[in-house]
């Protein structure tokens, strides 16, 4: 009544048994987690620099880079210059992007016990924490 399954199934259901595609560990996962945490707030630090140059937006951007490429083994993350676009970016909207993905950056370094990573994150939050509270300070006074 039923024809018999002729191929091999594509879930491997035995114990024991190997499969055919590659799988990742928790720290392999970790990594590539954080590395993209960090490459999208090197992305945003870069847009805040080009709003605003400044020397700690240079030496932040430096670390990212730095620990974006460990975190990759050795690649170094694509940096595209920022040009203008239709209109002009919202330095908070800006730094409220940036404290947001500090703080996930942050949470996936501590998961992972990346010490480096973890203060780096940190840092970088309480930056842009600074400067969101600066520019709620001016847009109050003014």
Do not use: N, W
Not at 30 to 39: K, P, R, V
Not at 48 to 55: F, K, T, Y
Not at 107 to 125: F, G, P, Q, W, Y
């Amino acid at each position: 009544m039923y024809e018999p399954i002729r191929t091999k199934s594509v879930h491997s259901t035995m114990a024991g048994a190997t499969s055919d595609f590659p799988h990742r560990s928790r720290e392999e996962e970790l990594d590539i987690q954080l590395a993209g945490h960090l490459a999208a707030l090197l992305a945003v630090t870069d847009e805040l620099r080009a709003l605003a140059p400044s020397a700690d937006l240079d030496a932040a951007a430096e670390r990212l880079a730095g620990q974006v490429a460990r975190l990759r083994g050795g690649r170094t993350p694509a940096r595209a210059a920022v040009t203008a676009k239709g209109g002009e970016p919202c330095p908070a909207a800006l730094h409220r992007r940036a404290h947001a993905l500090a703080g996930r950056a942050l949470v996936v370094a501590a998961s992972r016990a990346d010490t480096a990573a973890a203060i780096l994150a940190a840092e970088r939050m309480d930056a842009h924490a600074a400067a969101l509270a600066g520019e709620r300070e001016l847009s109050a006074a003014g």
